[in-house]
Each structure stands twice: as structure tokens, then as C-alpha cells.
């Protein structure tokens, strides 16, 4: 029996004050036995400035995992209980941001939106981050999602705009921008990259407020994404937003929870393990299930072509 520490995905602040926990995990190597205890609540000192959000940067080989706050003024890189922002040269001022190896390092590169542009900031050998000199103008983006796409599992970072699904790869050291796909008449939200099919091939669920359509991911013969567009939205009555993937309910599988406009209750959408992806909704506490959509394919392509 090992014992692993993971980072809770879940934050809170409060009059500029910043604090995150970590809980032990004891799990053996089949299977991961679902009972874990409080041990550590970590208060890094006073953030005295608006929080816009969290983001967990995973671990590196020999560091631990770490939160990235995101902050108007500037944000935060906190590991180990200690603000390493500094250490790392941390400079974004972000609304949304992704974390994802993006130039073939083998390091994390850090992309950030601060309302008006998407910047990169790469990862360098000495462990610094550096502001590439290209930014990406992109005034209605609400949040960024790296994905892996193609044969070579090239990451790519998926980008949430007013109305459509938009793939950023980097060309060199250059960041640029495939064809929109997938675009929609209605207002869109941050978009959550998960596998939902088990298809070991990553889909796209985005928020909008008309429901949360999917977008089925396909790996072609090369680095290149295909998608499929969901005829029916997962959720066809009103807006959903705060979307979390996790296995909420203890089952081992993955699924998706999501804040409904709609009702008081957070609802988690779950799938099977085979057959056609059917996306049934239950709610907290509830033991019932009801299928709510079923994924009928129109293939849409996602170009995003290899360096």
C-alpha cells in the first residue's frame, strides 16, 4: 500500500485571503480506493487583489503540483504552501488561462487571457517562464483547454470565443490560429476538454447559453482533429456554467458536473462504458438517471497540422 498527496480542485478566497488544501489518498496499484482524509490546509499569505480563478499546473518531475491564481494585478504560482511566482517569473494578469506543453520541450508552457489578448509564455530551460513577442487579439475568448491531438499527441490548446470552437497551435515558436469550427448563434462559455466517450481521443464540451453541445473528438492518420457536432445539446433547457469533470458519484468513471440556470441543484452528466455515447443527467443525492441525448455524428474538421 502507497500513499499519494493530491491537490484538492477546489478553492476558496475571501476578502483577499487565498487558501487551498491537500488531502492524502491511499490507493494501491489496480485500483484507486476512494477514501481520503483531510491533512494539510495551506494559507500562502493575503492576496489583496480580485481572484479570477484557479487553475492546477500539474507536477513537474521533481517539484509538486502547484495553483496558479489568476489575478487582475498579477497572478499567483503557489507549490508547497509558498508563492513561487517570482522563482518562475510569473507575469501574466489573466482571466482564464491553460497550462500545456506546447513547443516540444517537454515543458509546460503557460497560456494566458487577459480579457484583450491570448499570450504565450514558454517554459525555458532554466525553469523561467519568457512572453513570446506574438499575442493573439481575441477580444470575445472566455477560456482556454489544452488538448491532445493526432497521432503524435501534439498538444493544442482549444479556445472559447463568442460563437465558435477554435484550435491555437504553435508554428515554431509562433502561435496561430486554425479555422473556426463549429460556430453556433448563441453566447458560449469555457469549454471542458475531457475524453467522454472512451475513446482515448479528447472531445470538447463548452458551455453556452443554450444548452452544452459536444464536440466528439476523432484522431485522424496524422496530427490532425476531427470532430463531430451534437445534433441536440446535453442540456436543452437554459444555460449551464461552472463545468468540473470528475468521478463525482464513485463509480471509477469520469463524468461531467455542471451548475444549471435552470434549478437549484448541480447536475452530473455521466456516459457508458460501451456502445453508442448516450449522455444520461442525475441530480446530487439522487439515485434515479434519465437519458437526456444521444450523439448523432456530422463530422467537422479541426486542422491543426504538425510542426
Known amino acids: 500500500m502507497r500513499k499519494a498527496v493530491l491537490l484538492v480542485v477546489a478553492f476558496t478566497w475571501a476578502l483577499g485571503t487565498f487558501a487551498y488544501a491537500l488531502i492524502n489518498v491511499k490507493y494501491t496499484p489496480v485500483d484507486l480506493v476512494r477514501r481520503s482524509e483531510m491533512i494539510l490546509r495551506m494559507e500562502p499569505g493575503p492576496i489583496e487583489d480580485a481572484v479570477n480563478g484557479c487553475v492546477v499546473v500539474p507536477p513537474s518531475a521533481d517539484g509538486p503540483a502547484a495553483v496558479h491564481v489568476l489575478c487582475d494585478g498579477g497572478d499567483r504560482l503557489i507549490a508547497g504552501g509558498a508563492d513561487m511566482s517570482a522563482k518562475f517569473r510569473l507575469t501574466s494578469k489573466s482571466k482564464h488561462a491553460a497550462w500545456a506543453e506546447m513547443d516540444g520541450d517537454g515543458r509546460l508552457d503557460l497560456f494566458s487571457w487577459d480579457a484583450k489578448v491570448l499570450k504565450a509564455y514558454l517554459m525555458g530551460a ?3 517562464l519568457a512572453e513570446t513577442p506574438v499575442t493573439m487579439p481575441l477580444e470575445a475568448c472566455v477560456g ?7 497521432a503524435t499527441a501534439q498538444s493544442a490548446l482549444v479556445v472559447a470565443v463568442s460563437n465558435a470552437v477554435r484550435i491555437v497551435r504553435l ?6 490560429m486554425a479555422d473556426s469550427q463549429g460556430d453556433v448563434t448563441t453566447a458560449c462559455g469555457p469549454c471542458v476538454v475531457e475524453d467522454f466517450d472512451g475513446d482515448d481521443v479528447n472531445d470538447i464540451a463548452q458551455e453556452y447559453s443554450a444548452g452544452l453541445p459536444l464536440h466528439r473528438g476523432r484522431e485522424g492518420n496524422g496530427p490532425a482533429c476531427e470532430a463531430s457536432a451534437m445534433v441536440a445539446p446535453i442540456w436543452p433547457e437554459g444555460s449551464a456554467s461552472a463545468m468540473r469533470c470528475g468521478d463525482f458519484d464513485g463509480d471509477g ?3 461531467l458536473g455542471a451548475r444549471l ?3 437549484s441543484s448541480p447536475a452530473f452528466f455521466g456516459k457508458p462504458q460501451k456502445g453508442p455515447l448516450k449522455l444520461t443527467w442525475k441530480w446530487a443525492g439522487a439515485d434515479q438517471s434519465r437519458q437526456r441525448a444521444v450523439i448523432k455524428p456530422t463530422q467537422l474538421e479541426l486542422p491543426v497540422s504538425g510542426r
Open 261 to 263: 440556470a435552470s434549478r
Open 253 to 255: 468513471v469520469r463524468c
Open 126 to 128: 532554466h525553469g523561467t
Open 171 to 176: 508554428a515554431g515558436e509562433k502561435p496561430s
Open 144 to 150: 482556454p483547454a489544452s488538448v491532445g491531438v493526432g
